[in-house]
C-alpha cells in the first residue's frame, strides 16, 4: 500500500489549493478514504472523510464549507479542494485510506 500526497505549499490568507493523494498497492475503489492534519503542538485531526464510492462526504466543523473531499476510482486518487484558507488552517495534511494506512504528508502553510 502507498498513498504519497502532493499539492501543498505556502498560500497567503484567502488563498486555495488542491491536494492530491495517489493511491497504489489496493483496490482504491473498495476503501474509504480520510484527510487529516497536524498543526505545530497539536494533535491530529481529521479534515474530511469520503466513502468508497464518493457517495457521502463528512467534514471537521472548521473546513465546512471551504473544503471539499473528492476522488476519482479511475485514477486511484482522492482530492482536498481547500479554499478561503486561514493561518489555522496551516499544517501537514495527511492522506489516510481508513482504517489503517497514511500517507508521508504535505505541508500547508497560509500566511502573508
Known amino acids: 500500500v502507498q498513498l504519497v500526497e502532493s499539492g501543498g505549499g505556502l498560500v497567503q490568507p484567502g488563498g486555495s489549493l488542491r491536494l492530491s493523494c495517489a493511491a497504489s498497492?489496493?483496490?482504491?475503489?473498495?476503501?474509504?478514504m480520510s484527510w487529516y492534519r497536524q498543526a505545530p503542538g497539536k494533535e491530529r485531526e481529521l479534515v474530511a472523510f469520503?466513502?468508497?464510492?464518493?457517495?457521502?462526504?463528512n467534514y471537521a466543523v472548521s473546513v465546512k464549507g471551504r473544503f471539499t473531499i473528492s476522488r476519482d476510482n479511475a485514477k486511484n486518487t482522492v482530492y482536498l479542494q481547500m479554499n478561503s484558507l486561514k493561518p489555522e488552517d496551516t499544517a501537514v495534511y495527511y492522506c489516510?485510506?481508513?482504517?489503517?494506512?497514511w500517507g508521508q504528508g504535505t505541508q500547508v502553510t497560509v500566511s502573508s
Open positions: 469520503i466513502t468508497s464510492a464518493g457517495g457521502s462526504t
Open positions: 498497492g489496493f483496490t482504491f475503489s473498495s476503501y474509504a
Open positions: 489516510r485510506r481508513n482504517p489503517d494506512y
